[in-house]
Structure formats: structure tokens, C-alpha cells
């Protein structure tokens, strides 16, 4: 089992900052992607970025591209999303993932573990 703690959401302004913390704790493995999604109320789950933790290769959304950047602490098995420029667009509760085999990575269905969420409200 791998538990994930997602932290970081909170209310800023448009056109303001904010970065998540995703802690990882539980079973370890030797090459996994972590992900981040996001779901706005009446709307689809989103695919927002993901972190290959072997090889730091990152992947973007196209509305964060730009925006948005994830990285990843080894020593403490934490991913970060450093969002920046925010838009209302961007209001919704954000997940982190993992994902352990090699399904598609935008996909959320190829992801194994979740966290519980955080939100992020954006004010115009």
C-alpha cells in the first residue's frame, strides 16, 4: 500500500501562487510516475502534470503549460506543483497519483493510489 498526503490548497487572488505538497509513505518501488489531476465541480477529472521519479522527466497539461511546473524531492519522497499565474479556470480540488505500470500518463485510470485531495479556490 502506498499512502499518499496531499497539502498546499488554499484561496489566492488571480494572477497569485500557490504550491501543493504531495508526501509519499508506505511500500517503495523502483520506478513509478507521480501525477497530479485536478476536478472542478461539474466537471471531468483533469490531467495537470506528472513526474517520472526514476528519470525527473515531466509532463504538462496544455492549459498549465508555462504555468504550472512539478518536481520531486527524493530524500523525502514528496512532489511539489508549483502553480503560478493562477486563474479562476484553475479553481478545483487537485489529487496526487501514482502510478506503477505503464498506462497512458495522462490517463487517470493508469493510476494505482490516490491521496484525499486539496482545494484551490482562485478569486477573480
Known amino acids: 500500500q502506498v499512502q499518499l498526503v496531499e497539502s498546499g490548497g488554499g484561496l489566492v487572488q488571480a494572477g497569485g501562487s500557490l504550491r501543493l505538497s504531495c508526501a509519499a509513505s508506505g511500500r517503495t518501488f523502483s520506478s513509478y510516475t507521480m501525477g497530479w489531476f485536478r476536478q472542478a465541480p461539474g466537471k471531468e477529472r483533469e490531467f495537470v502534470a506528472a513526474i517520472s521519479w526514476s528519470t525527473g522527466s515531466t509532463f504538462y497539461g496544455d492549459s498549465v503549460k508555462g504555468r504550472f511546473a512539478i518536481s520531486r524531492d527524493n530524500g523525502s519522497n514528496t512532489v511539489y506543483l508549483q502553480m503560478n499565474s493562477l486563474e479562476p479556470e484553475d479553481m478545483a480540488v487537485y489529487y496526487c497519483?501514482?502510478?506503477?505500470?505503464?498506462?497512458?500518463?495522462?490517463?487517470?485510470?493508469?493510476?494505482?493510489?490516490w491521496g484525499q485531495g486539496t482545494q484551490v479556490t482562485v478569486s477573480s
Open positions: 497519483a501514482v502510478r506503477l505500470g505503464r498506462g497512458r500518463i495522462v490517463a487517470g485510470t493508469s493510476y494505482d493510489y
